[in-house]
C-alpha cells in the first residue's frame, strides 16, 4: 500500500474536518448521556415506586421506546418537530430513546438493593426521599456502573446514523473527504479501506479507553459503598 494514499486522506484541512465532526459527536454523545441519565432515573424510579397515573406513564413510555428502532425516532423527530436545526432535533430522538435503556438499567439496580435499606433507613429518621438519595441511589449508581457504561459506549456509535442526515458529526465528515480527495487524485478501494479502518480505529480508541476507565472505577470503588446497618 503506498504512501501517498496516507498523504492524500491525511491532508491538514482533512484531519481538521474530522476533527470538528468528533467534537461534534463527542459533545453530542455527552450532552445525551447526561440528560438521559437523569431523565433515565426519574423514569426508573417513577415506574419502581409510583404505582398511579405517573408510574403507568412512565412504564408505557420505556416499553414504546425500547421496543421500537433508535432510527424511527431520530427520524420522528427530525421531520417533525419544529425547533432547532437537524442536529437538536435528532439529539432529542436520541435523548428520548436513550432514557427508556438507561431507565431499565437504573430499574434493575434499583431492584438489587436488599429491601431491608429502605426499613434500616427509616429506623434512622430518614424518609423516603432522603433514604433514596442518601443510600438507595448511590448504592444503585455503583452497582449499573458496567451496564450504564456499555449504554454509554453504544450511545457513542449510535451517533453515527446523524450522517444519513448530513449532520456534520465524525462519521459523516469522515467520508466526506472522499470528495475533497477526488479532485486531486483518483479514489481508488485502497483509500476506502484506508479512511474506513480510521475511522473504526477512532471509535475503538474512545470506546476502549472508557471500558478501561470503567475498571479500574469499579475495581478501585468496590468497597466504597455505604450500607446502612440494620
Known sequence: MSLQIFADIFTR????????????????????????????AILALLRNYEKHAFGRVASIYIEIFRSTPLLLWILVCIFMLPIGNYLIRGGIGLTLYTSSVIAEIVRGGLNSIDKGQFEAARAQGF?????????????????IIPSLMSQIITTIKDTSFFAQFA?????????????????NTVVGSAHIFVLYCFIALVYFAINFSLSCLVRYLSRKDKSAVVYVEQ
Open 13 to 40: 484541512d482533512n484531519v481538521l474536518f474530522m476533527l470538528i465532526g468528533l467534537r461534534t459527536t463527542l459533545l453530542l454523545s455527552v450532552t445525551t448521556v447526561c440528560t438521559s441519565i437523569v431523565f433515565g
Open 127 to 143: 424518609n423516603f426521599f432522603q433514604s433514596l438519595v442518601y443510600i438507595i441511589l448511590p448504592q444503585c449508581f455503583q452497582r
Open 167 to 183: 449532520i456534520a458529526e465524525f462519521f459523516f465528515n469522515a467520508k466526506n473527504i472522499m470528495g475533497s480527495i477526488s479532485k
